[in-house]
Every structure is written in C-alpha cells, then in structure tokens.
C-alpha cells in the first residue's frame, strides 16, 4: 500500500489562482501545501518542505515550469518525486512534451477547484499503483 | 470645181485605205509568227520543267494546241536532238528499241555534231519524213539554228525547201527554231549554251498555206509578194497573194508600197500593190461620199463598200465571218457579264460603282439591304455623299490636305487617293441609312481604267465593321479591365512563355516588360514551394481544369511573396491548348494581417483564461460551500455568476480551437480506438449535462469489435457537441437515441432527438461560424455558436464526414461517419 499523500508544494505565480489552489488543496483535500511564485522560489524551499508530489504551472516570468523541474530534479532526493504541469496549453505534442521532460501527468487549466483534489489524489494513486 | 475637191479628198482618202491595209496584212503576218513562237517557247517550257519530255507528252501537248484549227499554216511544232559522234549509235539503237526498227539519222555521213528530228507532232503525212533528218547537215537550216543556240533567242531560218515537199506543188518554206537547254545547266554565255545544248524546238511552215491561214477568207484588197531578205529578187520570192502558179504581180497598179518585215534575226521584204478592186471602190461617187464621211475610216466601213462594190457573196461571205466572230465574242462577253453581275449582286459586300464625278452608276443587292434604298433611287441620280456623313468626309479631306493632298471636301476626298494608286485605297467610314442610323464600313475605293490607262469610273467595295468594331471596342474594354485589374494577369502561350503581363504584374515583380516577355513564369519560383504542388498543378491544367492554389514565390529584388493564383489552360478551335492564362493575387500582406488576427485572437484568449480561472475557481469553491452558508438572497445571484463563468470559459476555449483549426494547428493524435469505449465514455461525461434538461441517453445498439483512427480527445469533443446539442434541443422529458451501424467500409454513429428540428432554411449554414437558427438561442440555449462548426472541422481533419436529416417536431439525426480501421 502506498504512502498517503498529505504534502503538496504548488508553483504558481498568479497570487489569485494561488489563493483558490489552496482552498481547494487544503480546505476540500486536506492537504498540507506550501505554494511558491517562482521557480527560483521553488527550488529553495522545496529541500527543507519536503514536497511528496509538486504541482507546476508551466507559464511563468524568469523560469518555466519545464525549466524548473530539470532543476530540481538535480536536487538530492528529488530524483523520483511525482510532478504534475497545470498549464492551458494541452495539445497532444504539449502533453507529449511535458511526459518526456519527466512529468507524470498534466491538470488542464483553467482548473475546476471542487474537484482539483481528488484529481491530484488519482493521480498520485496513479504513481504508487 | 467641187468635184475636183471631191476627187482631191476621194485619192488621199483611197491612199488612207490603201495604207490601212498594208498595216492590216503586216501586222496579221507579224502576229501569227509571235503566236508560233509562243507555241515553240511554250514547248521549250516543257522541256524546261522536266527532267525528259517522252514522246507521248509531247503529243498531249501538241494536240492540245489544236494546230489545224487554231493556227491555220503549220505544219508541225517537232523536237530535234543535238547527238554528239560518240552519242550517235546508242541514240539510234534507243530509237530503234522505242518502235522504229528503220530509224536513222539522216544524211549518213560523218559530221562533227548532229542533230535529228525525233518530235514531230501531228505525226502524219509529209512530216514522218522528216522523221531523223538532220537539219544542222543543211547550210540554211544550220545558220537558224546556230544563231538560235548562241543567243538562246527564237530565230527563223531564210528560204529552204522543206523535207516534206514530196509531192504536189513545192511551196517555199522556212522554219523557226527555239534553243533547249540541259536542266541545271549554266547558259549565260555562248560557249555555255552551245555546251548545255539539248536540242531546239521547230516549226517547218510551207509559206503558201502559212499565208492562206493568216489571210482566211478575207477580201484581197491589196495584193503582196513576199521575198527572202532585203532585196525583191526572183530567187528569194516566198510568196505571191496574186497568182500563185505565175506568182507574177500584174503591172500598172495605181498604188505601190515595199516594206520591211524583221523578224527572229531575219528580214522579209513585202511589195503591196492596190488591186482592181480596191482601186473600183474609189470610182464611184457614193464611195466616195462615203469614204468622205471621216478620215478615220472603220474596217467595217470598209467592209460596206466592199459589199456594194465587189463581188456580193464575197462580201457576204466576210460579213457572215465578222458576225459570227461578233457574236462569239458578245456571247463570251454576255455569259462574263452574267458571272460578274452574279457576284456582284450575290455578294455581302456593298459595291458601288460611279463614274468619274461620282455620279452612282451601280449599287449592288447588299447595298440596297444595308443602306435602305434602292438602286433606283440613287443611280445616275445622287453621288454616295448621300449616305456618308459629310462631317467625316470634311474631317477626311482636311486630313489628305495635311498629307500632301488638297481636295475639296466632296467626292473628290474619296476618289483622290484611289486616283494615285494602282490598288485600292481603304478607309474606314461611317455609312447612314436612308432612315438615319448609322453604322460603320471599310471602304476600298478603286479607280477603274479603260484600255488605253484612263479613269473611266470608282469602283467601292465596303463591308458592314459594326460587328467588327464592336468587338474591337469589346476587346479594347476587356483589354483596359485587364490592364487596370488589382490583381496581375498573366497569358502564356502553348510552350509556355510570357506573351502578356498586365501593369499590376510589373507591379508586384518589379520586373519591367522586356525582362519578362518571352520568358517562362518559372523565374518566379523560390524554391520554397515543393515539386509536388507544380507536379499537382500541371495535372489539374492539362486535364482542361482550373487550378487553384497559393505559391511562395520571388520579386527581382529578391523578396518572397504570397501569391493566390488560379491558372486555367485555354483550347483553340482544334481543341489544342493555345494558351495558358493565369490571375494571381499578391496575399502576402493579407496572410500576415490573417496571422496577426489569428495570433492576436490566441492573445488574448489565452489572457483572458488567468482571471477566468480566478472567477471560476472562486465561485465554484463560494457556491461548492467552500466559504461556508450564503444568504438566501446571495446564493442564485452567485449561481448566476458561475454558471456564465462556465459559459465564458467554453467561449474562450472554442475560440482557441478554431484559431488553431484556422490556423493548420490544431493537432491531431491519430491512433486506433475502439469506437463503443469512447462513445459510451462521452455518454457518461454529457449525462449529468442533458439532465439539467430532463432528458436521457439511450445507447440503441452495440458495436462491439468496430475500431476507428481518430483522436481520442477530439473525437469526444465531437460525440459531447452532438449529444449536448441534442440534449439541448430536446424537449423536456425526451430521449436522446444513440445508434451505431456500419455502412460498407464506414461506420456511422447517429445521435437522434424529437425536438424542434433545424428549420429549412437555416440547413445551409448550420456548420458556419456563429450561426444559430434563432439569435435568441445563445441566450436560451446557452453555446456559442461554434460548436458545430469546429465538430465539422475536427471530423473531417479525422478523415470522417459530418450530416444530418430532420424531420422539425418528429425526428432529428446528426450523424458522424469514419472509416473502420482495420482490427489488430
């Protein structure tokens, strides 16, 4: 059986879309999650928050999302650590994209917030199956 | 003493018959040798054209001369050989071999050349003995013929007596001769012609019955010797008109003339006295009355006297000749009267003719249809200024003034060129009918000439130009379309080179005319365009199809441009491609106006979907009772809010994918699918949709293997459209009926509703962008008018069809069709 999943680290850098990822992730999911505006940001806190699964928007200022996920795949212990785009831009070679980068899965924007939760829970469910 | 007057005009008048009829016995002479020689070049002429003249030629051609008929006198029109020594015993073998086992060349003996008659035409009688002779072996005949091959001229021989006097009465003789020369053979100079010598072609005459048919059954009114060189010696008399057994001239003629006939390098000596006859005509007083009534007496004058004065049957006898020739000759010139009024009269052309002043003299059928009158109400009556327009024909005149030639502004202006020229002179004018309207002609106006070269009458040929000139203006303002046309046009002829660029080609290319002209369009190309575009294009043409495509090509300058073109070939009469004709449209600025829309619509969809994600993500959570109760009040308000939140998101969403449809990329990730997994997939996804609507989905039946290439995500997209659709316009409570079937390699899935249907006439557009049957819709029915139409663009870039039947309030089937992939 697999580990349950509980702590959550979100890139995002639109502070709106943060707030309603968190209400959604914590309040409906019950997760713990620990939200950052940057990759910069991201790759700095996520060795000491110890992120199980790492939700990465791909559009953002200084960094993208493909970019930072190369970079924190370098980081020890992060080798294996599920991460999931949300991006809008899913066309079928987008997707292929983004699973050849290492992505084990893509949340298509705009995101509805009631069943956000029990999407990321499928697909961590997907990874330890 | 007015007798003696009459007497002094009755002898000078009787010395004017008297020469009259020297020159009539002269000039017959003189004629009938130049009609011989024409006979003898015309033989040569054959020669000429033909590498050999066999001897049944030269029979067809003597024969068709008709010589006993026509030229009276002659005896034979034959062909001599010129044979060398060595030629000589192969020539009389061949001669031999040819049907005549006794031929030889006549007189034997040894000469340094000879020569041997092997023609002679009519072959009869006293001419097959001259077959073979040798006439070169004979002094007189000899000097004939050298002269004759020196020059290459005709010339006569003097006196002989002919081979063919072997019996009767011998009559002096003398023979013509004209030198042939060996095909290819140069002759310009004496020792050239004597070398390139064939032979000659002659004519033996016996003088006495040459003069008989020269003279015919005319009246001698003069009698005349005729004598061999320039002196009247008894040796060299040829001829005597008188007795010819004593061939004496009686004494005593009153009057007495010697002249002089040269002729072909020879010369003959005529001695002409009056006769008795002709000196009785001059005795009696009417004679003289009538010889007195001109100086210039006719020959049929004449003819008169003589039938009062000499012996009657004679006269008669002359006069019946002379009517008969009358009548021959009026019937010929009757029956080409006929013709030509016949042409005339049949002709389309307008032919007029006027005499000198312009007075209409003829004014043929087609005239009269075009013009509206009747010849008879113009003939010796007006002159065409009654058709023309007198503006034109002062512009007309002003314009031959300031050419050189001053004309008065009459019928002049049409005549005054005509005048100057041996052809005709044309111009076009505008002719007005007796009812006033008017239309316009080419008119050649050509002076006619009587026999001695002086204008006697115009002659106008004009042709009706209004088809013409209409479709010249018709053309000129197709020409001046074309020309000013926003779009470049270019012609090509079958080889495919450039015969016509209009100025928007210049234009565009920034070639100029003579860089182009003659050229093949292909210096256009950039290379950027794949061979399989020009291979696809020439197919099209060269099937008789117009292609349409776009094709990147380069400027002079080197810039690349867009062009839209559509190319067509165009046939001739034969069906043959006579050109090629293609209209292109430089797009280069609208495709980058297109893609700026495109990516500007992309922009801003796409900016749009961060605070749409905001505003849904918030509502969602506010009435998911994230943020805990609402008011009463509060709670349909925010249900407002986040149901339009949803529809601006679908919006948003559509227009994306039909920027990427539009745009070429919308991706596709084609794979096989089983067909039933993925329908009953969007069945489950649109359920909780078409409840809102009271309405269910019903799946009719199962295919349960069928497997079709699509992409998986798109083809959903599409079963959600249709059964969104269907669920919408259902009426409450109904039933959306799913069916799937196989139609041959196919397989079709109808989704089926009993709603309102889709009226008549919105069936046209229904796939269109923002169409929907009732603008009222996207506020009832929610949708944003592009579903549709991106459905339709989705199934056809899947390879499938899209269509749909309704029957209004009864029965509504939206159908979507694909191909079955093959299984495993």
């Known amino acids: 059986m697999a580990e349950r999943l509980t702590r959550i680290l979100y890139v995002e850098d639109e502070p709106d879309i943060q707030a309603i990822a968190r209400l959604a992730l914590e309040t409906l999911g019950g997760f713990t999650v620990e939200i950052c505006s940057s990759g910069g940001e991201a790759l700095v806190r996520a060795p000491d928050f110890k992120p199980q699964l790492i939700l990465l928007d791909v559009m953002m200022p200084g960094m993208d999302g493909p970019t930072t996920l190369a970079k924190l795949r370098e980081i020890p212990g992060f080798a294996a650590t599920p991460i999931v785009f949300m991006t809008a831009k899913v066309q079928p070679s987008e997707v292929a994209g983004y699973k050849a980068s290492g992505a084990v899965d893509v949340i298509p924007k705009p995101f509805d917030p009631m069943t956000l939760s029990s999407q990321v829970q499928t697909i961590w469910e997907h990874c330890h199956g | ?824």
């Open chain 2, 1 to 824: 003493m007015a007798w003696n007057a009459l007497r002094t005009q009755s002898e000078s008048n009787a010395q004017q018959q008297f020469e009259l009829h020297i020159r009539d016995v002269i000039d017959s002479i003189e004629d009938r040798l130049r009609q011989h020689e024409q006979i003898l070049l015309g033989g040569a002429g054959l020669f000429d054209a033909s590498s050999s003249v066999d001897r049944a030629e030269w029979r067809a051609y003597i024969d068709r001369l008709n010589l006993k008929e026509n030229y009276p006198g002659i005896e034979g029109v034959g062909f001599s050989r010129i044979i060398k020594p060595a030629d000589l015993q192969a020539h009389i073998l061949a001669m031999r071999k040819e049907g005549y086992p006794n031929y030889a060349v006549r007189p034997s003996g040894e000469r340094p050349v000879y020569t041997s008659i092997i023609y002679l035409e009519p072959f009869t009688g006293r001419n097959l003995v001259a077959f073979g002779y040798d006439m070169m072996s004979e002094v007189t005949r000899a000097k004939a013929m050298r002269v004759a091959a020196a020059t290459g001229k005709t010339a006569i021989s003097a006196k002989v007596k002919l081979v063919q006097e072997t019996h009767g009465k011998a009559q002096a003789g003398f023979l013509m001769y004209v030198p042939v020369y060996r095909r290819g053979q140069p002759a310009s100079t004496p020792d050239e012609r004597w070398t390139a010598l064939e032979g000659f072609i002659f004519s033996p005459y016996r003088v006495d019955d040459l003069m008989a048919g020269i003279l015919g059954i005319r009246v001698p009114m003069v009698d005349f010797a005729i004598f061999d060189g320039e002196n009247e010696t008894e040796d060299g008399r040829m001829f005597s008109s008188t007795d010819a057994s004593t061939g004496s001239i009686r004494g005593g003629p009153k009057m007495t003339s010697l002249r002089t006939i040269s002729a072909y390098g020879h010369t003959w000596s005529v001695r002409l006295q009056s006769t008795p006859k002709f000196e009785a005509g001059f005795q009696s007083p009417l004679n003289v009355a009538i010889l007195a009534l001109g100086g210039g007496i006719s020959a049929l004058l004449f003819l008169l006297t003589s039938f009062l004065i000499s012996r009657r049957e004679q006269a008669e006898q002359m006069a019946e000749q002379m009517t008969r020739d009358i009548r021959t000759n009026q019937e010929k010139l009757r029956q080409s009267e006929a013709r030509i009024h016949a042409i005339v009269e049949g002709a389309e052309h307008l032919i007029i003719t006027t005499d000198t002043d312009g007075l209409i003299q003829s004014f043929n059928r087609s005239a009269e249809n075009h013009l509206g009158y009747l010849a008879g109400e113009l003939v010796g009556k007006l002159t065409p200024a009654a058709f023309h327009d007198s503006v034109e024909v002062e512009r007309r005149a002003r314009e031959l003034f300031a050419a050189g030639t001053p004309v008065e502004p009459g019928f002049e202006v049409f005549a005054a060129r005509a005048r100057q020229l041996f052809g005709g002179d044309t111009h076009e004018w505008t002719y007005i009918r007796k009812d006033g309207s008017r239309f316009p002609v080419s008119l050649t106006i050509t002076a006619l000439r009587d026999g001695q070269g002086e204008i006697n009458a115009f002659l106008g040929i004009a042709t009706d130009i209004t088809e013409r000139k209409h479709a010249e203006a018709e053309l000129r303002k197709l020409s001046l379309a074309i020309e000013q046309s926003p779009v470049s046009v270019m012609i090509a002829n079958a080889k495919g080179n450039i015969e016509y660029v209009n100025t928007k080609f210049f234009e565009v290319t920034g070639y100029t005319p003579h860089e182009v002209m003659g050229r093949n369009p292909r210096m256009l190309q950039s290379g950027l365009t794949p061979g399989e575009v020009y291979q696809s294009m020439w197919e099209t043409i060269l099937s008789g199809r117009e292609w349409r495509g776009m094709l990147q090509n380069r400027k002079k300058n080197g810039d690349l441009f867009w062009e839209e073109i559509y190319i067509s070939a165009i046939l001739d009469g034969n069906g043959k491609i006579a050109n090629f004709v293609a209209v292109k449209e430089d797009i280069t600025e609208r495709l980058k106006v297109e893609r700026m829309k495109r990516e500007f619509i992309s922009t801003v969809s796409h900016e749009l979907r961060t605070p749409l994600t905001s505003i849904r993500g918030s509502l969602a959570l506010i009435v998911g009772g994230v943020a805990g109760d609402l008011p009463a009040a509060a709670k349909p308000l925010v249900d407002i809010a986040h149901r339009n939140s949803e529809r601006l998101i679908l919006l948003v969403n559509d227009i994306l994918d039909m920027e990427k449809i539009e745009a070429g990329k919308m991706e596709f990730d084609i794979r096989p699918a089983g067909l039933m997994d993925l329908l009953k997939q969007a069945l489950e996804a649109n359920r909780a949709y078409a409840e809102q609507f009271n309405v269910g989905y019903e799946l009719e039946n199962e295919l349960p293997d069928a497997m079709v290439n699509v992409d998986a995500n798109r083809l959903l997209q599409v079963f959600a459209n249709l059964l969104s659709n269907a669920a919408k316009f259902s009426f409450t409570g109904g039933t959306v009926r799913i069916g799937v079937e196989r139609i041959g390699q196919r397989i079709r899935v109808a989704v089926k509703d009993n709603g309102p249907g889709i009226p008549e006439e919105f069936r046209d557009r229904i796939f269109e962008k923002f169409a929907q049957a009732d603008s009222s819709d996207t506020r009832k029915k929610g949708g944003t008018g592009l579903g549709l139409s991106i459905t339709k663009a989705i199934v056809e870039q899947m390879g499938g069809s899209i269509g749909f039947d309704s029957q209004p309030n009864v029965l509504t089937t939206f159908y979507v069709e694909f191909p079955e992939a093959p299984k495993g």
